[in-house]
């Protein structure tokens, strides 16, 4: 079987290297790819967010099942063309990844299906929207309505703060587009739980959860990025929570989008917290999370493009989807001055690192000598797998103690807070 991977990030190079377990996948092709993933598939240029230029691509060159991973093709409607050429997918139409492209769809979507998530209010207007944080509560949570690469959404403790969220988004236009409308909502608190699913529009099974870790510095300090690394499973997601979470939230999701006539086929995100009065949604993502994909795919013991293959054909109740009981750590090694402004093309040295762990690759490159070079905020993502949590972290810090690279950045603390929850749980 000939594959295209929709693509050119970390989370596309571990849904590469799962599938390529599949004996009967032959080629795999990545739009765009990168110079990690070229020793894994071929890569070719065309940007993900180019959907004529992957149309025209699938149509000079067929293939036989395409898996479209990042937000912004699946909102663009990229499925939706693959499909009118008669190509199989995993990932859900323009319709459905509104659950992510649009912060109110969502939120208005939980509002009218009683599905738990925090109060919260909508604005287009900037000047309503700065007149209602002068007498909100404290803290409150702006988010930028449309995709803003996981960074669109502000944790305000002042009101001078969510004044200037507001300003950034919705005046200095800051997320472009996506910020000219804003959801203003209570904060809520309790720990975040990510949990990715694999549903076909009737039955969701979901995966191992994860703990992201999104502030760019030590102790959930600095501003928010697109994650700095994660572990696997979350220790706050207990069965407990889990059982609430599918009769609560998973499977009330999917019928509400089968009842706004968008059903949902592929991979649902559901960022969590579990608060005081239970499990509430954070927010939804329509496809893989980056770097929760990660520490998922390598604890999926059942086969990924099988699984992928029948949540297409709506199958996925007779498919088994069966995890490991170990756990994975990733850590993210970054671009000094991420989230900020950066420098690419810094000359990477792996070290022993690819003898010590998986490395994804998020954001590398080719200089003209042949030199593997950062091109990207997120460089690399350095995972490990153990029996338990302690063995997995520390396998992935000494592989990341391997890479450098001039000016090289990365949280100590990935897993710790995590390990804490287990230690006094063992007490």
């Keep these: 079987m000939k594959i295209l991977v929709v693509g050119g990030g970390g989370r596309e190079h571990a849904i590469i290297k799962k599938l390529k377990q599949n004996p009967a996948v032959t080629q795999i092709v990545a739009l765009p790819g990168n110079a990690g993933i070229a020793a894994d598939a071929e890569c070719v240029p065309v940007r993900a967010t180019d959907i004529d230029g992957i149309v025209d691509y699938v149509r000079a060159n067929p293939v036989d099942f395409a898996v479209v991973a990042p937000d912004d093709p699946l909102a663009l409607g990229c499925v939706d063309r693959l499909h009118a050429l008669g190509v199989k997918c995993f990932g859900p139409d323009a319709k459905a990844a509104r659950i992510e492209a649009s912060k109110v769809f969502a939120k208005d979507l939980m509002k009218k299906y009683g599905i738990p998530t925090a109060a919260y209010e909508v604005f287009d207007d900037a000047e309503k929207a700065l007149e209602y944080v002068k007498n909100c509560p404290l803290p409150t949570v702006v988010k930028a309505d449309g995709l803003a690469l996981g960074k669109g959404v502000t944790i305000c403790e002042t009101r001078e703060a969510a004044a200037a969220a507001v300003k950034a988004a919705m005046v200095d236009g800051a997320f472009g587009a996506s910020g000219s409308r804003v959801v203003i909502e209570e904060f809520l608190q309790g720990p975040e739980v990510s949990v990715l699913a694999f549903t076909d529009g009737h039955v969701v099974k979901p995966m191992v959860s994860s703990m992201d870790h999104k502030r760019a510095g030590d102790g959930d300090t600095g501003l928010n990025t697109g994650g700095m690394g994660t572990i696997a499973p979350n220790p706050c997601y207990t069965p407990e929570v889990a059982a609430r979470c599918m009769q609560e939230i998973f499977l009330p999701t999917v019928a509400a989008m089968n009842a706004e006539g968008c059903p949902f086929k592929g991979c649902l995100y559901f960022g969590l917290m579990v608060t005081a009065d239970g499990p509430k949604v954070i927010e939804y993502n329509c496809r893989f999370g980056d770097p929760e994909t990660q520490v998922v795919l390598p604890l999926l013991n059942s086969d990924l493009l099988t699984v992928m293959r029948a949540v297409e054909d709506e199958t996925l109740a007779q498919t088994p989807v069966e995890f490991s009981d170990g756990a994975a750590c990733c850590v993210m090694l970054a671009s000094g001055g991420y989230p900020g402004k950066y420098e690419k093309g810094k000359v990477i040295d792996l070290g022993k690192a690819p003898e010590m762990a ?70």
């Design 358 to 427: 998986e490395l994804y690759h998020s954001g590398t490159g080719r200089d003209r000598e042949g030199n593997l070079v950062t091109a990207g905020g997120r460089v690399l993502g350095v995972c490990c797998t153990a029996d338990d949590l302690k063995t997995a972290i520390d396998r992935a810090y000494a592989a990341a103690a391997q890479v450098k690279w001039d000016g090289m950045m990365l949280r100590r603390d990935i897993g710790k807070r995590a390990l804490a929850i287990l230690n006094k749980g063992e007490e």
